[in-house]
Each structure stands twice: as C-alpha cells, then as structure tokens.
C-alpha cells in the first residue's frame, strides 16, 4: 500500500495515515524500509515525490551522511534518467549471463539437458515411426490402441529417470 503525504504551501509534511506532520527523515526511514512512499502538493495535487526524495539526498549529503557517490550524482545531472535506466539494465542484463553460465557449468545439470534432448528427439521418431506403420498398414487398431495407453507411462518412466541424473 502507497503512503500518502501531503506537502503544504508552508513546506510542512502531512502523513495521511498517521494524520500527523513528518519530517523528511521519516520519509527517508521509510523509503529505506521499502514502504512506497507518495508526496503530493496539496494546492495543486501535483506528484511531487521525486522533489522530495531529491530534498532528502540533498539534506543528507549537507549533513555528511550521503553514501551516494558524487560520479554517479554528476552522471544522474548529466544524463538524467538514462543513465539510471540503463544502469539497472545493465545489471540485470549482467546477472542473467552470469545466472546462466553458472548452471551450464553444472556438469549434472547440463547432462540432464542434453539426456533430456536426446529422450525428446528418440520420442518424436518413435511417433514418426508409428505413424508410419499405421499408415501402410502394417500395424492395426488393437496394436495401436496399446501402443498409446502404454505411451504415457513410458513417458513419465523417461521423465522420471531424468530428474533422478538431474538430482544427482
């Protein structure tokens, strides 16, 4: 649930939900407990929370208790909110590789993936193969019939033995 507060004419804060004047600090406590925070003006009804975090670095860096680093806040003056963006894309971007390198560096993981490749490629020639034998006639219905009902437990025989490699 988003916290409203107000901000007055007279820059006084106003906490809906407590119904009671806030500081900036509180915000901050707040924002840094992952409490979503909203600020609005209340003559104009305008969102005006990004202002209000910007007052709170600002406040915090004139009392020597930023650990925001001045490249990053020349970078955010400079580029503005691309750079942010594209910094959190990055990073995201960063950990999936790095996510996936990991777990094909896993010998049984990946010998699980390929085992199960190979089983998946083995079924679908035995499909094309029945199917074959289906239409030149060799095979009739009865046979046919027990083929299919035996099918679903052989598959899941497969399934089974493959997240046994894959545990291991």
Same mark, same amino acid.
């Given at each position: 649930?988003?916290?409203?507060?107000?901000? /007055?004419?007279?820059?006084?804060? /106003?906490?809906?939900? @407590?119904?009671? /004047?806030?500081?900036?600090? #509180?915000?901050?406590?707040?924002?840094?407990?992952?409490? @979503?925070?909203?600020?609005?003006?209340?003559?104009?009804?305008?969102?005006? +929370?990004?202002?209000?975090?910007? =007052?709170?670095?600002?406040? #915090?860096?004139?009392?020597?208790?930023?650990?925001?680093? !001045?490249?990053?806040?020349?970078?955010?003056?400079?580029?503005? @909110?691309?750079?942010? +963006?594209?910094?959190?894309?990055?990073?995201? =971007?960063?950990?999936?590789?790095?996510?996936? !390198?990991?777990?094909?560096?896993?010998?049984?993981?990946?010998?699980?993936?390929?085992?199960?490749?190979?089983?998946?490629?083995?079924? @679908?020639?035995? #499909?094309?193969?029945?199917?074959?034998?289906?239409?030149?006639?060799?095979?009739? #219905? +009865?046979?046919?019939? +027990?083929?299919?009902?035996?099918?679903?437990?052989?598959?899941? !025989?497969?399934?089974?033995?493959?997240?046994?490699?894959?545990?291991?």
């Amino acid at each position: 649930m988003i916290r409203v507060v107000k901000r /007055y004419e007279s820059r006084k804060l /106003y906490d809906t939900e @407590e119904s009671r /004047y806030v500081s900036l600090d #509180e915000i901050a406590v707040w924002v840094r407990d992952g409490q @979503e925070v909203q600020i609005i003006d209340n003559s104009s009804s305008q969102d005006v +929370t990004a202002q209000t975090l910007a =007052q709170i670095i600002l406040d #915090e860096g004139r009392n020597g208790r930023s650990s925001i680093p !001045a490249d990053v806040l020349r970078d955010l003056v400079r580029f503005g @909110e691309r750079t942010l +963006t594209s910094g959190v894309e990055h990073v995201q =971007q960063s950990m999936d590789k790095m996510v996936k !390198a990991s777990i094909d560096r896993l010998g049984p993981v990946r010998q699980a993936r390929e085992e199960m490749t190979r089983l998946r490629s083995r079924l @679908e020639e035995l #499909e094309e193969s029945l199917a074959e034998l289906e239409a030149s006639g060799v095979v009739d #219905e +009865t046979d046919l019939e +027990t083929v299919r009902k035996n099918a679903p437990a052989k598959k899941a !025989a497969a399934k089974k033995a493959a997240s046994a490699k894959q545990a291991k």
